[in-house]
Nanobody
Framework: QVQLVESGGGLVQAGESLRLSCAASGRTMSTYPMGWFRQAPGKEREFVATIGWNGVTTDYADSVKGRFIISRDNAKNTVYLQMHSLKPEDTANYYC??????????????????????WGQGTQVTVSS
């Protein structure tokens, strides 16, 4: 059983920064691609960023490119999302996810909700204008 626990969310003003963390337990996730998604009220869950198992391959949604950085520390079984220049439209519940087993060795970026097999409970990010 895999458990993913997000932290670091909060209320910030537009232009500020936040760093989200996702700690994995129950299984070593160092060989799994990981991703961040977000969901605002009344909207579908959307892709934010992904990172390959080796930390080299990354991909971002167009809306966050140049502002967000995904990284991982496999020794700590933790994935991070550094968010800069936050905007009110970034307000959402942010979810960490681990790739499904059959995509464990995928080299291409994984950006679809259906490509992830484990999810955290989410952490709320609210950006005021």
């Amino acid at each position: 059983q895999v458990q993913l626990v997000e932290s670091g969310g909060g209320l910030v003003q537009a232009g500020e920064s936040l760093r989200l963390s996702c700690a994995a337990s129950g299984r070593t996730m160092s060989t799994y691609p990981m991703g961040w998604f977000r969901q605002a009220p009344g909207k579908e869950r959307e892709f934010v960023a992904t990172i390959g198992w080796n930390g080299v391959t990354t991909d971002y949604a167009d809306s966050v490119k140049g502002r967000f950085i995904i990284s991982r520390d496999n020794a700590k079984n933790t994935v991070y999302l550094q968010m800069h220049s936050l905007k009110p439209e970034d307000t959402a519940n942010y979810y960490c996810a681990a790739a499904a087993d059959y995509l464990r060795t995928a080299y291409r970026p994984l950006s679809r909700v259906s490509e992830y097999g484990w999810w955290g409970q989410g952490t709320q990010v609210t950006v005021s204008s």
